[in-house]
């Protein structure tokens, strides 16, 4: 039987919230990872506790929280999504050409927003996790992310 275990239970003031935007460029279908422009952006603002929102402000690109330590993830999971979502599936919106649907549905089935705790000016992340922007279409982007602290001081 599993045996679940309650932590220290923490309380944070929600003294401020500060924002920015993060703009991207991508290569092409890929995984960008962000962690460090967000680790950055909480030791600037000497964030304390709390939480910090990522969002995508695009319908063909995605975020995620995934494993950082093998590159091979990354492209497991870049295949994974081609077939989840194949370019010549009989889609009919196409204006921007035959990765166009895909790439929104790709975004549906990823998401386009994160949201993580913030403990100690630190985001609560396991060891081999990190943040990244996916880009779905086949050519390169600038994409915009905007990010937002809500807690406390450090």
Known sequence: MSRIRAGEIRETLVTRRVSTVLSVDTKGRSFTEVTGALSQFLATIG?????VSLFCRHTSASLTIQENASPEVQLDLLTAL????????????DLE???DMPAHVKSVLTGIHLAIPVMGGRMALGTWQGIYLIEHRAR????DLVVAFVGDGG
């Open 82 to 93: 081609d077939r989840l979502a194949p370019e010549h599936a009989g889609w009919v919106h």
């Open 97 to 99: 050409g035959p990765d």
């Open 140 to 143: 390169a982007h600038r994409r």
């Open 47 to 51: 964030a304390g506790d709390g939480e």
